[in-house]
């Protein structure tokens, strides 16, 4: 076996293991589990320090669903972002991307007083709810 095989297997292997977290901490009952994880203050896992590389990725897939379906909520995106992975993945960096510019335009731009200017959208973001007419 030639060592560049090896490594074919284990990417796939390991794309196959990133899908199924992805799927699991995708689910309700999952992202009930993180939710009351935040609020009541207890561990999810047995180890409540040194967490394994899956662990985290776990973690942090959780959190990543955690605030799509935040932004679902509010209304920020409909549900249609969460039917592919491209999908989800687009709207957490256009929402990186935006929630940063945010930033630096409250930083380096003066006060604006016109309360005209805020109620207007300034994206249009595809998977945005479109406004009743």
Do not use: C
Not at 53 to 75: K, P, R, T, W
Not at 120 to 128: G, I, L, Y
């Amino acid at each position: 076996m030639l060592p560049f095989s090896l490594e074919l297997n284990f990417n796939t292997s390991a794309d196959i293991l990133i899908k199924r977290v992805r799927q699991l901490s995708k689910t309700s009952y999952w992202q009930t589990v993180y939710g009351s994880t935040k609020e009541l203050g207890f561990q999810l896992f047995n180890n409540q320090t040194n967490f394994s590389e899956l662990q985290i990725l776990f973690l942090n897939y959780m959190g990543f669903y955690s605030v799509i379906n935040m932004d679902i909520a509010m209304g920020d995106v409909t549900d249609i972002v969460l039917d592919n992975e491209i999908y989800e993945d687009a709207y957490m960096h256009y929402k990186n991307k935006s929630d940063k510019k945010k930033i630096a335009d409250r930083n380096t731009a003066p006060q604006q007083s016109s309360l005209k200017n805020e109620s207007q959208p300034k994206v249009n973001w595809v998977f945005k709810k479109p406004k009743k007419a």
